[in-house]
């Protein structure tokens, strides 16, 4: 079983900055894309940012140059920095990992999500 949480959500005003960090847990024999989705009221889901297990990242039109995802294999955590937030960023944001499990010698692909945390960006 994998679990991710996420920490880092809140409220913050205009123009300011929050940093989100997502960590799995479980019987992890190693984790591929991880990422970052988030859902306003009344949307879609979509995508945020996503990064690889080499590093590749790629990012959503409207967070480009504000947003910058990373990860720590390590500690397999991911991370997302976000700056000059407006509030047409609130929303509840989710981590997203594509994780690799053993089933004896067989290998199984998990794709897990976090509970969700609440960011609101206001004055």
């Known amino acids: 079983q994998v679990q991710l949480v996420e920490s880092g959500g809140g409220l913050v005003q205009p123009g300011g900055s929050l940093r989100l960090s997502c960590v799995a847990s479980g019987s992890i024999f190693r984790i591929n894309t991880m990422g970052w989705y988030r859902q306003a009221p009344g949307k879609q889901r979509e995508l945020v940012a996503r990064?690889?297990?080499?590093?590749?990242?790629n990012y959503a039109d409207t967070v480009k140059g504000r947003f910058t995802i990373s990860r720590d294999n390590a500690k397999n955590t991911t991370y997302l920095q976000m700056n000059s937030l407006n509030p047409e960023d609130t929303a509840v944001y989710y981590c997203?990992?594509?994780?690799?499990?053993?089933?004896?010698?067989?290998?199984?692909?998990?794709?897990?999500w976090g509970q969700g945390i609440q960011v609101t960006v206001s004055s």
């Open positions: 990064i690889t297990s080499t590093g590749n990242t």
């Open positions: 997203n990992a594509f994780v690799v499990t053993m089933s004896g010698l067989i290998p199984r692909i998990a794709d897990s």
